[in-house]
């Protein structure tokens, strides 16, 4: 359970300061990656694909990290607020212009030795187009 919580918070810091490659090394090679409304995507390099999109459009904080795991340690969930900015069009999604954003955010994860095996992303996807004004 220790290591789970450990493991989460490095996630979380990694991803805070943009330390992207730092953020992979604690995914398993066949990590299973549900993003927010949308698909399923499966393999680290995939997730390193989808960083880097992330990282062209939007520049964000979290924080208010909240994180509770199963007492085996193979679950964790997490809660936190997203604070960012809109920095390029994502594509099907509104026009950026350097928009700011604040939303309340979550996920769920599956640990297996050692490593993030399930990252499981979910946001008000409503509330977040409301915001930039889409």
Known sequence: ????LDLVRRYYDAFN???????????TEDVVHDLNQGERQTGREAFGTFLARMNRSYREQLT??????SPDGTRAGAEYVVHGEYLATDEGLPEASGQT????GGAFF???DGQIARVT???????WVRQVGG
């Open 17 to 27: 300061h943009a330390q992207w490659d730092a953020m992979l090394a604690l995914l």
């Open 1 to 4: 359970m220790t290591e789970t």
């Open 110 to 112: 599956e640990v297996r």
């Open 101 to 104: 954003y604040r939303l309340p």
């Open 64 to 69: 208010d990290i909240a994180i509770l795991t």
């Open 121 to 127: 992303n979910y946001y008000n996807l409503q509330d």
